[in-house]
Every structure is written in structure tokens, then in C-alpha cells.
T-cell receptor, first 114, second 112 residues
Framework: DAKTTQPTSMDCAEGRAANLPCNHS???????VYWYRQIHSQGPQYIIH???NNETNEMASLIITEDRKSSTLILPHATLRDTAVYYC???????????????FGTGTQLKVEL | DVKVTQSSRYLVKRTGEKVFLECVQD?????MFWYRQDPGLGLRLIYF???????EKGDIPEGYSVSREKKERFSLILESASTNQTSMYLC???????????FGPGTRLTVT
């Protein structure tokens, strides 16, 4: 699986967009980009994933560069409840029987403040 | 909503004890996972199971075993707990669509 690089921490004002970058310069053609987040004392929560195209759902948008070597997770209107560690994961690793193996790094601690 | 539950939120055990961590999911998912999470190391995969009675080693299986007798239940076993197994343990499950893992709330295990 390709390695990812994320900033250790970021701050964002409440109501503003939070843009979380991820570098994955060694990504291969069949690897997906996943984003999860982990709020303190809870298990990780899936946010979004993509292969080549930009994706949007009710939680966030995912922008993947044309060369696929980096991506940005966008939370359009961050709230205090979005304070969490955000993990960018790149994997193609299909497990026996289906499902992707996810290797979580140390992520980005996003702090949303008033 | 998918629900993944773990038997305990907090557990304190002594060195050498046999420890069972239980995980139950209610969405008929085929794949289940056990991770541990330590500061500065992120989440690391211990074992996973893609069907009843099937299991495969993850990245750090040493000192652990697992059991999957029923589809909804996946147990992590520490045969002889050691202090370096003090950690947060997270269970997850995933259905046939391979895109989203659902995690339980975690069990914080302390081995003294």
C-alpha cells in the first residue's frame, strides 16, 4: 500500500471550510483514497473515498489531483463537533473474501475553534 | 444503522491472565477486524476474519489469537497478558461492499 503524509495538526475557525491535505505520491493505479476520522474516545468513522474523480457526500468533499499524488478533504462548514483526528489511507489491498485492508497512520489532529 | 459493540469499555487485568475481548455486529457482515491503537503508532491490524471459522493474521498477530464461531461475533484472545499489551483495542466489521469499515467504541485494556 502506498504511504501517506499528513500534517500533524491543523486549526480551523468554526463555520469556515477545513481543508485537510494528504500526500500520496507513490499511489498506484488501482489504489483508492479513503478518509476516516476519530473523535476522542470513539472508534474511527468512515467519511469518504475516491479513486480518480472528486467525490462529495453529506459529510465532506474529496478532491484528488489529476496525477493522483495528493488529495484534500474539505469540510465545508466546520463545527466544534468536527474536532477529531483525520486519517488519509491509500490501499488496494483486497482481503480474502472481500473488503479492504486499511492501514491507519497517525493522521491530522483538526481543532475547530470559536 | 450498523452497530458494532464491544464487551467492555475499560478492562484491567494482571500479567499472565487469559483475556477475552468480545465484539458483536448486528448487520450480517462477513468481514471482521481487530486493531490496537497506541499513541504515535496509529491503528495496527492484529487479525481479521472473512467468514465463520476463518481467520488471517494482520500486521501484529504475535501474542494474540482469535475465534469466530458465529458470523456476528469475533473474539480476541490474549493467552497470557503482558504489560506491552496495554492498549486501546478496536473491533470493526465490513460488508460485501469493501468501502466502509464500521468500528466499535473500543476497549481500553490495562495489564498490570
Amino acid at each position: 500500500d502506498a504511504k501517506t503524509t499528513q500534517p500533524t495538526s491543523m486549526d480551523c475557525a468554526e463555520g469556515r471550510a477545513a481543508n485537510l491535505p494528504c500526500n500520496h505520491s507513490t499511489i498506484s493505479g488501482n489504489e483508492y483514497v479513503y478518509w476516516y476520522r476519530q473523535i476522542h474516545s470513539q472508534g474511527p468513522q468512515y467519511i469518504i473515498h475516491g479513486l480518480k474523480n472528486n467525490e462529495t457526500n453529506e459529510m465532506a468533499s474529496l478532491i484528488i489531483t489529476e496525477d493522483r499524488k495528493s488529495s484534500t478533504l474539505i469540510l465545508p462548514h466546520a463545527t466544534l463537533r468536527d474536532t477529531a483526528v483525520y486519517y488519509c489511507i491509500v490501499t488496494e489491498g483486497i482481503l480474502t473474501g472481500g473488503g479492504n485492508k486499511l492501514t491507519f497512520g497517525t493522521g491530522t489532529q483538526l481543532k475547530v475553534e470559536l | 444503522d450498523v452497530k458494532v459493540t464491544q464487551s467492555s469499555r475499560y478492562l484491567v487485568k494482571r500479567t499472565g491472565e487469559k483475556v477475552f475481548l468480545e465484539c458483536v455486529q448486528d448487520m450480517d457482515h462477513e468481514n471482521m477486524f481487530w486493531y490496537r491503537q497506541d499513541p504515535g503508532l496509529g491503528l495496527r491490524l492484529i487479525y481479521f476474519s472473512y467468514d465463520v471459522k476463518m481467520k488471517e493474521k494482520g500486521d501484529i498477530p504475535e501474542g494474540y489469537s482469535v475465534s469466530r464461531e458465529k458470523k456476528e461475533r469475533f473474539s480476541l484472545i490474549l493467552e497470557s497478558a503482558s504489560t506491552n499489551q496495554t492498549s486501546m483495542y478496536l473491533c470493526a466489521s465490513i460488508g460485501q461492499g469493501p468501502y466502509e469499515q464500521y468500528f466499535g467504541p473500543g476497549t481500553r485494556l490495562t495489564v498490570t
